[in-house]
């Protein structure tokens, strides 16, 4: 699902105002509990107390989480600039030089950051910044209010910590160190100046614990691809994403899950069909980590709609072509490619077919190369 988010906005720009968590609605944004990264209210569901109360609220997220809400819990609502999807694709030095080290920081998934201030108008919804509550102390089983009752554990559902050893198997094992590799990256590409910003920042360590690490290996690999045209490279960058193991947390995982949205597209590319498979199967393994029935449920539900119902920016690449602003035009392509990335790796979905997703990001990488 990488997968596809909307744009994401820091806590520090905007102003806040409390609100009451009965009042969350979908359109809203929300900030995660990290305080850092912020994500679209799709569906709110709430859960009723053995009194017929509102006990508790289930926020279903645009990042394929969701999140649970205690009812008398006071959020505060943000208002603030329109965000660019400048904070989405290719934060940091991998968007040229003039990026700063704070975009470098930022954990979203993607690829390259338009300018401009038609990207600042494309965003309308406000964010929400929840305020952590207490974990709700009460019946385990608890009603809906749609009259179902399900049991909703005080502990965090069981993740996987490995990925499968046996897709691992079917990827080919690294020739080098992944500081040796960054350096013959940078040696490969003289006077390319985001490849040599991220590659030398890499070269001092690769630590895949940090998400701003994994951000500069996905920016490295997708300007290795679409920048360069250096498929091999690139390919090698973003082995070094997709061995990882989904851990729960959004933020390191989009970075990962854009990896493997590319990475079986290369495969396909060099014919390799078997291993482009054993990409899209790590990239599903979140859908099977989830052991709570209901969010489990609830986190399918997302899954399908991203699926059945993606967001390929039709509207922001219209008003850029009509402004002739080319680089806010790549900017929302960029983000495009990296959904149909995503809806390829996946398997496809009742909108598009394989062989029309394939067009499509052929279309995509000529106009965003050109």
């Known amino acids: 699902m990488q997968h596809s ?37 799709l569906e709110v569901d709430t859960v009723l107390d053995d009194y017929g109360q509102p006990a508790l609220y289930f926020a279903v997220l645009d990042n394929h989480t969701n999140l649970r809400v205690a009812h008398g819990t006071r959020v505060r609502a943000a208002r603030g600039k329109a965000v660019r999807p400048a904070d989405l694709l290719f934060s940091g030095p991998a968007a040229g030089a003039g990026a700063s080290a704070a975009e470098a920081e930022a954990p979203d998934a993607g690829v390259t ?16 910044e929840t305020v952590p509550a207490a974990p709700l102390r009460g019946p385990s089983d608890i009603a809906l209010d749609t009259g179902e009752v399900v049991h909703v554990p005080g502990a965090a559902s069981a993740r996987p910590e ?56 996905r920016a490295l690999a997708y300007e290795l691809y679409i920048g360069q045209h250096d498929a091999e490279g690139a390919l090698k960058v973003a082995d070094l994403l997709a061995v990882l193991p989904y851990d729960g947390n959004p933020a390191r995982w989009a970075s990962i899950e854009s990896a493997l949205g590319l990475a079986a597209h290369l ?21 099977d980590a989830e052991t709570d029935p209901f969010r489990a449920r609830m986190a399918q539900r997302v899954r399908q709609r991203a699926l059945n ?16 602003d080319h680089a806010e035009e790549r900017g929302w392509r960029m983000l495009r490619l990296g959904s149909l990335l995503h809806l390829r790796a996946h398997g496809g ?9 394939d067009r499509r990001i052929e279309v995509e990488l000529d106009a965003v190369r050109a």
């Not at 014919?271 to 199967?281: C, W």
């Not at 119902?309 to 002739?324: F, H, Q, S, W």
């Not at 979905?349 to 997703?357: I, K, N, P, V």
């Open 113 to 128: 950051a338009p300018a401009g201030e038609a990207g600042a108008a494309a965003v309308a919804p406000p964010t929400i």
């Open 162 to 217: 490995r990925a499968n050893a046996s897709i691992l198997a079917r990827l080919p094992a690294p020739d080098d160190k992944p500081e040796d590799l960054m350096r013959a990256i940078d040696a490969a590409h003289p006077g390319r100046h985001a490849v040599h910003e991220l590659a030398a920042r890499l070269a001092r360590g690769v630590n895949v614990k940090s998400g701003a690490c994994l951000a500069d290996l």
């Open 5 to 41: 988010s909307g744009p994401h906005e820091r806590p520090g720009t905007t102003e806040f105002h409390a609100i009451d968590a009965d009042d969350l609605r979908p359109g809203q944004r929300l900030l995660l509990p990290d305080g850092k990264d912020s994500a679209e209210v």
């Open 267 to 287: 495969a396909r590319e060099a014919g390799q069909e078997d291993r482009a498979a054993a990409y899209g199967e790590l990239l599903r393994t979140p859908e």
């Open 309 to 324: 119902e993606p967001n390929l920016y039709d509207k922001e690449i219209t008003r850029a072509v009509g402004a002739k």
């Open 349 to 357: 979905s009742t909108a598009f077919e394989q062989d029309e997703l």
